[in-house]
């Protein structure tokens, strides 16, 4: 791999085989077969048919299937239709919620789509930028994007936003000069990479890369070659769905068998079969997930951040690492002024504006002056005034005019008085800026402002208190001294001077100003420091995640000093040794990066592909990670996070490859974000404890029904009105459950925890073989003594089918905590709890006295005495639940 920008331009041109002519027509085709067209790979993307039929591989939906498949054929018509609808609603929500089509790769290729000035055959030519070849001479202009990637031959002034590839906003001063062999991707001045924009100044470069081969090529390419890994949630589905397709499948064997033995009938036998697989299958579960999800994303919503896929709102709960970039989230994302050193003072802004103006602080007034006359940023006016906050311009230059703004000062009344008649813009090979200005009386004044080497060189005096004072080296290495304590802070620093002419040594309007003639013997006024600083809420969001258990790791693309300071004052401490940047991860290998990962938590000066190698060393090193980024940059290690988290500000690449957009940029919408997630994570939790425990009590029934050789408790078909009807509607109340106050105090769930823990286990398993044993005794006894109660086998299964449905509605809110007792939940807290249970309750009365549904579910209506024996085992039920709850599942530890 030929390193061009530690080329010379004639080495890079011998390279190339090109000249300053450009390639001719028929080479430039020849090299279009060889290497392709500039343009982006499409990726694969899966067809909406792959879609709908990958919702039928869930092993649960596949039993469903079969039983409802067994049904037809048996004619049982009514237990079909049930099953099958249950089935389809599942489906039908599953494919919703994977049909969202990839638009990563189309923003990407929209990215390098356009028109490029190329000259060929000598001449200046415009084509179609796919057209490009290495060799080409293209001619690059104020306001287009750079088509492909190239070595610079001419720059004049050139200035390129090179955010969405390196993630910095500040603008890049483009040079010819050959930078050193290592150069960081961001410190490669005298190259131009493809999609980048050209905000300032004209130039000229010889094509070096193209297509796939280009910075944003190879970035398509990591987007298209990451994998976006299962969930933490859709894991753990996946192996609970196997799980109980397992208990299904051996319990129906063990019915056939024993049906055998016992010598039943083959109907009834794959009757009591179909009963068992939708008593044990919770066909409301992956309904009542997706509505927690959807809830669960409203309320993230609320917290300003939009969660773009379903199943990213409870991974959220599950993260143990976030990656996150300084600038706009830790930090605000703008540049403003920190300090003013001027007259042997220095003061913060923010104590600047509480001084008195007049108490010796004019050389620290008049640097401020001079950084708001020698500039060319733009205030827009809004209908109350100027508005500080839509300054258009450079990000030093804006912040001056918004310290202005601050302090008062008007630029437009300083200039009423010294109209600008000159300017020297500022360029990287000069490093300062002039403007030259005429006074009110006779003479000029020329004010110059930036890097203080250079305008300390030029001056021999200096500026204190309204006085003017020769200046020695000695002196001026204070100075300098100073201006290295600034960097030190990870501050950007620039100086300002000026000079009082009486008269220029040419004419104001000639067309060739000789502008060393007067930059010289400059009167130094001061230093001026800029910051971009840490939003109020970081340091306490960076303090919640240490106590949830979450690390913090800052990757950014700025200078190693800089990413420690903002660090710092986050919370997050570190020697500067300690700093990895990405010179040090190009020497690494995957393993050894794993390593590092453990330990340190800043890295610097990083390009896309460290940031996507940092993200899979994190994960292989079974950390759940969120990423946060807003360039195209940052695509692929968003694509490869847990969570991607995108700023609002991002680019649409970067929109589309995340599972979360911040709609406001702040690493605090972050951490709320990741409390409703655990709070997601919590409600799916109490829902299955809630769903299982009913599937636990139907398959006792239906196995002890087997068992004894009598007749099944429950049908199918109530079977399904209680799991779907009778349990859908509380079950999706769950959804509005607010979680633990400690939530954000506990550890991370860990990804390797199952769906179902040791609480969930306990409460299901001991209370089921309490309670449910119970019940059977008793449908065993009332089955038995059904001529001296005068029932038949269908009141008995009505009155069981009614327990069921009471003991399920009540016990919901016990379970609303598996810690808080039952009494010192606040029920008024879920309205939306209190509103299920009545339309259940009702349904469940309508399913029992109804005429229309008591031929489908085969019901009768029950008498008194048999709703007194209902609502007093639903009372014992609950008791049960909580001296479960109070005894083993840690409640007695809990301070209230």
Not at 262 to 286: C, H, K, S, Y
Not at 428 to 437: A, G, W, Y
Not at 446 to 468: H, M, R, T, W
Not at 734 to 758: R, T, W, Y
């Amino acid at each position: 791999m030929i390193n061009f920008y530690n080329l010379g331009r004639r080495q890079a041109f011998k390279e190339l085989k090109s000249s300053i002519s450009g390639l001719t027509g028929k080479e430039a085709e020849k090299r279009l077969a060889k290497f392709g067209p500039n343009s982006l790979a499409e990726a694969k993307t899966v067809s909406r048919w792959q879609i709908l039929i990958s919702q039928f591989a869930n092993p649960l939906i596949f039993i469903l299937l079969l039983a409802g498949l067994i049904s037809i054929i048996m004619r049982e018509y009514t237990d079909a239709e049930v099953i099958l609808v249950a089935v389809l609603i599942n489906t039908i929500i599953g494919y919703f919620q994977e049909n969202k089509a990839n638009q990563s790769l189309s923003e990407l290729k929209k990215a390098v789509e356009h028109r490029a000035l190329v000259r060929r055959d000598g001449f200046e030519t415009e084509i179609d930028s796919a057209q490009l070849v290495p060799g080409d001479i293209i001619i690059l202009q104020s306001g287009q994007k750079v088509p492909a990637d190239a070595r610079m031959i001419e720059s004049i002034d050139l200035q390129l936003n090179e955010a969405m590839l390196t993630g910095e906003s500040v603008p890049v001063w483009k040079t010819v000069k050959i930078m050193p062999i290592g150069a960081a991707l961001a410190d490669r001045k005298n190259i131009v990479y493809a999609a980048t924009e050209i905000v300032g100044g004209t130039g000229r470069a010889i094509v070096i890369a193209t297509g796939v081969q280009t910075e944003i090529g190879k970035i398509s390419a990591m987007v298209v070659e990451t994998k976006e890994a299962a969930t933490p949630l859709q894991i753990r589905l996946i192996k609970f769905s196997r799980l109980l397709g397992l208990i299904v499948g051996i319990i129906s064997v063990l019915i056939v068998v024993l049906g055998i033995i016992q010598q039943r009938n083959l109907f009834d036998i794959f009757i009591t079969a179909i009963a068992v697989a939708v008593a044990a299958i919770p066909e409301g579960l992956a309904v009542a997930v997706t509505v927690i999800l959807a809830v669960g994303m409203k309320q993230i919503l609320k917290q300003k951040a939009l969660t773009r896929k379903l199943l990213a709102a409870e991974t959220l709960g599950s993260i143990t690492v976030i990656c996150a970039d300084k600038t706009g989230t830790l930090t605000e994302g703008k540049m403003r002024v920190a300090h003013i050193f001027a007259g042997g003072r220095e003061l913060a802004l923010e104590d600047f504006l509480e001084q008195d103006k007049g108490n010796n602080l004019t050389a620290i007034v008049r640097a401020l002056e001079i950084g708001i006359i020698c500039n060319n940023s733009i205030i827009e006016n809004s209908e109350s005034g100027l508005n500080r906050e839509k300054i258009i311009g450079q990000p030093t230059e804006a912040a001056l005019l918004s310290a202005g703004l601050d302090l008062g000062l008007d630029r437009d009344k300083l200039l009423a008085k010294e109209p600008r008649v000159g300017e020297l813009p500022f360029n990287s090979d000069n490093k300062f800026m002039i403007t030259l200005h005429s006074l009110a009386k006779s003479g000029y004044v020329l004010y110059e402002k930036g890097a203080p080497e250079k305008l300390l060189a030029k001056s021999s005096s200096i500026y204190i208190n309204n006085s003017v004072l020769a200046t020695n080296q000695a002196e001026k290495n204070l100075l300098l001294k100073k201006y290295e304590e600034f960097t030190a802070q990870g501050l950007r620093v620039i100086a300002v001077a000026y000079r009082e002419l009486k008269e220029l040594p040419w004419s104001i309007d000639s067309d060739h100003k000789d502008w060393d003639a007067i930059d010289s013997d400059l009167i130094f006024v001061g230093l001026i420091a800029f910051k971009d600083p840490l939003r109020a809420e970081s340091r306490s969001a960076i303090s919640e995640c240490k106590r949830a258990g979450i690390r913090p790791i800052i990757i950014t693309g700025d200078h190693k000093l800089t990413a420690q300071v903002i660090a710092a004052e986050a919370g997050i401490h570190c020697d500067i040794k300690d700093v990895i940047t990405g010179e040090i991860l190009d020497g690494v290998d995957d393993l050894e990066l794993r390593a590092l990962v453990k330990k340190h938590n800043i890295f610097a000066r990083v390009s896309p592909h460290h940031k996507l190698r940092i993200v899979e060393a994190l994960r292989a090193n079974g950390e759940v990670v969120a990423m946060t980024g807003d360039g195209l940059n940052d695509s692929p290690a968003l694509k490869a996070a847990n969570i991607g988290v995108c700023l609002g500000s991002g680019t649409e690449v970067a929109k589309e490859t995340s599972d979360l957009v911040l709609l406001d940029n702040n690493f605090q919408v972050i951490v709320s974000a990741i409390e409703e997630g655990r709070v997601i994570f919590q409600n799916i939790r109490k829902s299955i404890t809630y769903l299982i425990s009913d599937c636990f009590s139907e398959i006792t029934l239906i196995t002890g029904s087997i068992f004894f050789g009598i007749p099944l408790a429950l049908l199918p078909t109530q079977i399904l009105w209680i799991n779907i009807i009778n349990d859908g509607f509380p079950n999706f109340s769950l959804a509005f459950e607010k979680g633990d106050k400690n939530i954000m105090e506990q550890l991370p769930i860990s990804p390797k925890e199952p769906l179902v823990n040791s609480e969930m286990k306990v409460i299901i398993v001991w209370l089921g073989l309490f309670r449910d044993l119970a019940l059977l005794a008793i449908f065993i006894y009332f089955y038995h003594h059904l001529d001296i109660l005068g029932w038949d086998i269908n009141y008995l299964r009505t009155l069981f089918f009614a327990i069921l449905g009471i003991k399920s509605l009540t016990s919901i809110f016990s379970l609303r905590s598996f810690t808080l007792p039952i009494w010192k939940i606040n029920h008024g807290s879920n309205l939306y709890l209190l509103g299920a249970f009545f339309t259940s309750l009702i349904l469940l009365i309508l399913g029992i006295y109804l005429p229309l549904f008591q031929p489908i579910l085969q019901t009768q209506a029950l008498g008194s005495g048999s709703w007194l024996l209902i609502l007093s085992i639903a009372f014992i039920n609950i008791l049960v639940m909580e001296f479960i709850k109070y005894f083993f599942t840690g409640q007695r530890h809990v301070k209230q």
